[in-house]
């Protein structure tokens, strides 16, 4: 199925295609914690950034390999690059236009990362 989400003004926007039963990642780490993050991983290849790429800014922090994506209008991080996957995209299902149906949500220690990253690794594989 075909979701589509923004930040929250609406400068930056874009759809993916995700499975009919998605599952969705409550993570505990520092950042996730503190944004209220939801991750919904998919292939880079069913990501489309549809406006706001020049509205974009990066940040990085511990190994550099998740690119953290903010709005620089309103400060929302719609989605990123997740150091898990960095092969996929990592959408917020907080910035979804629409609920996300039949979804099944996983808690994932995020404060234990290196012990649990195999657990999330697959998320970004094709189907």
């Given at each position: 199925m075909t979701c589509?989400?923004?930040c929250h003004c609406r400068a930056v926007r874009?759809?993916?295609?995700v499975p009919?039963?998605?599952e969705v990642v409550r993570c505990n780490c520092s950042i996730c914690r503190m944004?209220?993050?939801?991750?919904?991983?998919?292939?880079?290849?069913?990501f489309k950034l549809?406006?706001?790429?020049?509205?974009?800014?990066?940040?990085?922090?511990?190994?550099?390999?998740a690119k953290h994506t903010f709005c620089r209008t309103c400060g929302i991080k719609p989605f990123y690059t997740p150091r898990s996957n960095p092969?996929?995209?990592?959408?917020?299902?907080?910035c979804l236009d629409e609920p996300l149906k039949?979804?099944?949500y996983m808690d994932f220690d995020g404060q234990h990362w290196e012990q649990n990253a195999h657990k999330v690794a697959h998320m970004s594989r094709e189907e």
């Open positions: 589509s989400g923004a874009f759809e993916a295609e009919d039963e998605p944004s209220g993050f939801l991750h919904l991983i998919v292939p880079k290849a069913r549809l406006s706001g790429e020049d509205q974009l800014t990066t940040y990085t922090f511990n190994t550099g390999v092969d996929g995209i990592d959408i917020n299902v907080n039949n979804a099944r």
